[in-house]
């Protein structure tokens, strides 16, 4: 039966519709409301009626009920719909807050950070989120559900300042995180006797696994990836350790997904066989296994992976209860539906839920096809095909979103999951009796040595397929349009393995020469484009001259915009790179660019200037230098003083000179025709 065929499906690509919908129109959550009830209104009206002629018409309505409920759902999780949030109230300078700690996240080389819930401001009843920085050497970390006094400003997070730059702030939003707050040693208090939550109660487990199995001897590095496997953390993962598993293709198995949850299933099943035989026993597996489901995705934190791919095999373990195993596609929907997007709409734009749901939606599809098309009869090859065939449809279904977030292609995938995914369920049942047994201080020392010895294996073979650089393809430029395409040429390629025509050819090939036709339009869009840029760098003056697909850089310091090349490269498609050293004057068309720096001291006579660059914070008298160059727009970037930024734009408000502070407005670029 087809994918689409299945009702839930279709309930669950519409209102991911209408999520889509209401994060790109931002609909009210009243109109969306008024909207849902009308469109309910009018289905009562035609099943009361019971007029067959207008069935299609109610599969419409329904189909638009479900948009508009999307709809409503994402205006609801947005915080301008909720009266208590703090944004609609005066929220704005110094305040109380009432916080409490609901998450940890990974600190950064001088900060530990966490998500906060807004309790109170200013001792009223307030709701929202919040990013808390807390300096590495001011005082001890906080726990989640430790909660807070704090008198202090919420600041808005900084939007990129340079084109190609990750957007944190946007990526904080789709979090329902608008605001941080900045802690100090006197701004805050810790408050006694907090409240506890399942949340703080799982996280206050996990330390206590932690502290049993540090006490026990296992490696540093091994730990980091037990805390991974089995519970969900991967704070305390290296960033070389965490780029051996991204390189190789392993980089799914650090986080609790669908493929641990699943293993676990299969575990409890085999473990509560000997149930069958006994009276009444079939009654209590399913209860058991579920129990069990969530007690371990409560071990793992609750993240939103875990809770996903929880859901989803919860209503698989019902499914197969029900001697129904093979209804997986409205299982999927199911748990997409009615426990994850209908709670937190905003769980849509998270990566790993789109690569998650993807995997997933790939190998339901995809792997029954595999089988069709061949299926050994040889027991030994039979099983390496099925799991080469399960680990290619799901990188299938994940490559376009991985390309289009991550921009590389591990191509050793197959070879790393081949080695490794086959001994995953072996070392999470072994992991998970290590955990019983280090909470009970009943662990070996033999145990220790055997499941250390394990994770250090595992660890070098990720390692060394990490290491070989020739088959992982990087900065791969890949934007939404490409993802689209991708996506499309994936499913006109799959309607032709179903049955071959000549109509369903016809669309495979036109989607082919799509992708292509895209891409050469792109490389000719980059060939004829010239523009400079002037960045925004803190302590640091960097101007870029694009001409195609070749950048030249001038910098006083370029090692400090290596992370910001490789992004940069990537996006724009360039090919060479160049580094010079600072000029003090650029020609940009039949423009001149004059650049000041901390050796200035006059003005030059005798030449036009266009724009006034001003680096390094030159003592200067700026109304001299206005008086005589007379620019059209003066540009201030991160090298300089904030008390000189403030002194130079007074002057220019008073000759109502455009002045352009790369700190505040980003950087400045000036485009090129071609």
Known sequence: MKLLDFIPIRLTIFLILGILLGDWLQISAPFALITSWLLLALLGLLFLGKYRRWSVRFGLLTFALTSCIGVYLYSYANHSERGEHYTNHQYQGVRFWHLKISKKLKATDHYSRYYAEVIALDSLQRSGRMLLTKSLENGSKFQVDDELL???????????LNPHEFNYSNYLNKQGVLHQIRLDSLNHRLLKNSRA??????????????????????????????QALLLGDRMEISRDTYESYQRSGAVHLLAVSGLHIGIVLLILQFLLKPLGVLPGGNKLQLPIILLALWGFALLAGLSPSVIRAVS??????YAMSLNRPNNIHNTLALSVLFILLAFDPLLLFQPGFQMSYAAVIAIVSVYPRFMRFWLPRNVLVRKIWQLTSVSIAAQLGVLPISLY??????????????????FLGI???????????????????GLVWIYDSLIRGMNRIVDWAGRQRAFVFEDIPFDFAQLIICYLLIFSFLAVLDKFKFRRLALLMSVFILLQAWTVIRDYKVAGSERILVLHQYKNTAILHQKGSNLALYSRDPSRLDYFLSSYKTAERIKTITFKELKNAYTIGSEKLLVLDSLSRHPPSGIQVDYLLITQSPKIHLGHYLDQLKPKLLIADGSNYGTYIKRWQKTCAKRKLPFHYTGEKGAYIFEQSP
């Open 197 to 226: 939550t399942l949340r703080g109660m799982a996280a206050s487990i996990r330390s206590t696994v932690m502290q049993k199995l540090e006490s026990r001897g296992f490696g540093k590095s091994e730990l980091s990836i037990i």
């Open 312 to 317: 989803m095999f919860s209503f698989i373990a």
């Open 427 to 445: 070392l999470l049942a072994f992991g998970i009796l290590v955990v019983i047994l280090a909470l009970l201080d009943l662990l070996p020392n």
């Open 150 to 160: 704090v008198l202090a400003q919420a600041m808005e997070i900084r939007k990129p």
């Open 405 to 422: 977030y991550f921009h590389q292609f591990p191509a050793l995938f197959l070879v790393t999951n081949l080695i490794i995914v086959p």
